[in-house]
């Protein structure tokens, strides 16, 4: 089945892996696929490789020459499915489909790993009402979409994906000698896009209780977003220039964050959090909030710790009793690794949207679209 595939970011967070993951693992399958990306997106960049690459950059929700040009490259490709996997690229498929209405009509297949309500204006409904099929990335996303009046049975979860085997060839990056600190050092670390429902402001709370019992310990937070300065500015506050690192948008974040000796996460809401999957396949102990699908992900008490959202007190003292029990998380990361094993493969990722695809192709929905238009 040839799928074509649109992420319109810019930026590169884990929704933009899970894309590359995904085209690249239709393809080691035997499908064809297609992407289309922002020529100025890290996404396209790391998949300049892929045959049938196209460059559209989107300005927003709604832009009728984007929208046009994907209509220009459905009629030209003819694919079975188009998968769109941002906010954005429902918006620009939808409006492409309605402006090259050939038949067979393609499918529209949306992924949708954020678990934010759905908008309720006029254009928001439009666009949702044309997919066909939402790959949820946890039970969690696919509870609020229902919630939100979508039905259930043009839902279905495919967790998020990790490729083991990449995770295992990293290069591990010598932190601490980078940054001319002691062996001793512990480092928590954190790897997500700073923007307000990940809970930055929370960790780096925790971050001034963690430092005061645990001395040795410092907070590594890798990405980039509109709070960098906000969040620049509260360590400086809270005097944890020293104890805390923001490093911006590291492209070699993987091998960063294989030297962390625990990987933290302070989501206040979060759709599954795939950062955390690199971090179980390191075999990394981690500390969690309860949002959204993070339960699904981290068992409390066997693959890590879990504590409740925009609770800095029990963050931090989740993060301290780690760092103090080093053969425990040992124990944790272990079982988080063997976990990601058994639960979350690219390879399973990749055989449940396969699977998605073709039974969206037995749908009554999809046989009817192979049927000439009526005329008038």
């Known amino acids: 089945m040839f799928s074509l595939h649109v992420d319109t970011a810019r930026t590169w967070r884990g929704g933009q892996n899970q894309v590359l993951l995904t085209v690249l693992g239709l393809r080691a399958r035997g499908h064809r696929t297609a992407l289309v990306a922002h020529p100025d997106g890290e ?7 892929i045959p049938d690459l196209i460059p559209i950059a989107v300005s927003g929700e709604v832009d009728f020459p984007a929208a046009w040009k994907l209509s220009r490259v459905l009629r030209a490709m003819r694919p079975a499915v188009v998968h769109a996997h941002d906010a954005h690229a429902v918006a620009m498929v939808a409006l492409a489909r309605s402006m090259a209405p050939h038949r067979p009509r393609p499918q529209l297949v949306v992924s949708r790993r954020v678990d ?24 969690a996303v696919r509870s609020m979409l229902t919630d939100d009046g979508v039905p259930s049975e043009c839902t279905e979860t ?3 994906g990790v490729d083991l085997d990449r995770v295992a060839a990293a290069r591990k990056l010598d932190v601490r000698a980078d940054l001319g ?8 670390g954190n790897v997500a896009a700073l923007v307000p429902h990940k809970g930055h402001r929370y960790l780096i709370e925790a971050a001034a209780t963690v430092v005061r019992r ?12 509109e709070l960098e300065t906000a969040l620049k500015q509260q360590v400086k506050d809270l005097h944890l220039e020293r104890q805390v690192l923001l490093t911006g948008f590291r ?18 809401t979060e759709g599954m959090g795939s950062s955390l999957l690199d971090a179980m396949a390191m ?22 710790v879990l504590v409740p959202t925009r609770d800095a007190p029990g963050l931090a003292s989740a993060i301290v009793r ?37 039974h969206l192709a037995d749908t009554p929905r999809a046989r009817d679209s192979d049927r000439p238009a009526s005329a008038g």
């Open 181 to 188: 600190l002691a062996r001793s050092t512990l480092l928590v």
């Open 43 to 49: 996404l396209y960049r790391r998949a300049s490789d």
């Open 322 to 358: 780690l760092l103090e029990e080093p053969n425990r998380r040992t124990r944790l990361g272990a079982a988080g690794c063997e976990r990601a094993r058994e639960c979350f493969s690219v390879e399973q990722m990749v055989q449940r949207t396969i699977d998605a695809y073709d």
């Open 251 to 268: 492209p070699d974040a993987l091998s960063l964050q294989m030297d962390f000796d625990l990987f933290a996460m302070s989501s206040v």
């Open 214 to 225: 645990v001395p040795d310990a410092r907070f590594i937070i890798v990405g980039e977003g």
């Open 283 to 304: 075999g990394q102990a981690t500390v969690a909030t309860r949002a959204g699908g993070i339960p699904e992900v981290i068992v409390d008490g066997h693959t890590g």
């Open 116 to 139: 934010f309500h759905v908008r309720r204006n006029a254009f928001s409904r439009w666009k949702y009402a044309q997919v066909d099929r939402f790959l949820c990335a946890s039970d």
């Open 158 to 160: 495919v967790h998020d």
